[in-house]
């Protein structure tokens, strides 16, 4: 599985979207998911790339906040979609698919989606395990 998950990672740190945009995707996840561990790890990986405490902070209301671009708010509202239920139909209808598409091409669009199921491995870990945020992996769980 480590190998996978390493190789899935580079996969998407090369791709072609920008890691500040994998990174407020992965944080939004970690906030729909209700993962502490996942939210406090990417808002300090955010701070590494150099984000602002605006972004940072607005990801959580991302519709209404002015400092996203049509991108990265399409990028956003795809994680939403992909992780949210939708009780009248499909998550990730033909008209975002569109929107997604006029401001990512194929490429960049398998990225994204590729780094959303990479994110989607880590949920179960997460959730199930409870990690303690700020311990290196394998010294962070208490159980």
């Not at 701070?47 to 049509?70: C, D, H, M």
Request: net charge neutral; aromatic share 8%; charged share 15%.
């Amino acid at each position: 599985m480590a190998a996978l998950s390493g190789a899935v990672h580079n996969a998407v740190r090369n791709g072609p979207v920008p890691q500040t945009t994998i990174g407020l995707m992965q944080l939004r996840a970690g906030q729909i998911v209700g993962s502490t561990y996942h939210t406090i790890r990417v808002t300090g990986s955010l701070r590494k790339l150099g984000e602002t405490e605006e972004r940072i902070t607005a990801v959580a209301s991302w519709q209404n906040a002015p400092y996203f671009t049509e991108a990265e708010r399409v990028a956003l509202e795809l994680v939403e979609a992909v992780l949210t239920p939708n009780p009248f139909g499909e998550r990730v209808s033909d008209e975002l698919f569109a929107r997604a598409s006029a401001h990512y091409d194929d490429t960049a669009l398998w990225t994204l989606t590729v780094a959303i199921g990479h994110f989607s491995l880590f949920i179960p870990v997460a959730l199930i395990g409870k990690p303690i945020p700020g311990r290196p992996p394998g010294k962070n769980y208490t159980k």
